[in-house]
């Protein structure tokens, strides 16, 4: 057995802990399939296993979501309260995340119209990494 303990892992239950490391260890955002790809050597073997301790970790800020490719991505800071926004590179898919503001957030749900109460807002901004646009550009 390799069990490694992560500071911040602490209160996690194992699934959640493989799950995170696993999210953490990947360049690049990963489906609920790649992740449980990945989690079969520790165990876990059933898609909805995977997705609960994807949901909790969601919920604890740790992970997050890419709503443009049903993916998901371990929190750039830890952890965070979510209101976030995400650069992805189109070409290697790496994401930067970026923290939103409470006032940021405010001003993206202001653009709603007036038939659509505005509740949250998804905000993922496409282009290219530093490492990928000077052999675009060669
Ligand atoms: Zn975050
Ligand atoms: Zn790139």
């Given at each position: 057995m390799n069990v490694t303990h992560h500071h911040h892992a602490s209160k996690l239950s194992r699934n959640q802990t493989e799950i995170l490391s696993c999210l953490r260890k990947s360049k690049e955002p990963m489906s609920a399939y790649a992740i449980l790809d990945q989690v079969r050597t520790a165990g876990i073997s059933h898609p909805p296993t995977v997705y609960r301790a994807l949901a909790e970790l969601i919920e604890k800020g740790m992970v997050h979501r890419l709503q443009s490719r049903s993916a998901f991505v371990a929190c750039d800071h830890g952890?965070?309260?979510?209101?976030a926004a995400f650069a992805i590179c189109r070409e290697c898919e790496k994401v930067v995340e970026i923290s939103l503001s409470d006032k940021d957030e405010r001003v993206l749900l202001a653009l709603?119209?007036?038939g659509i109460a505005p509740e949250n807002v998804t905000l993922e901004i496409a282009g290219l990494c530093e490492a990928c646009r000077p052999a675009k550009g060669a």
């Open positions: 952890a965070c309260n979510g209101k709603s119209p007036k």
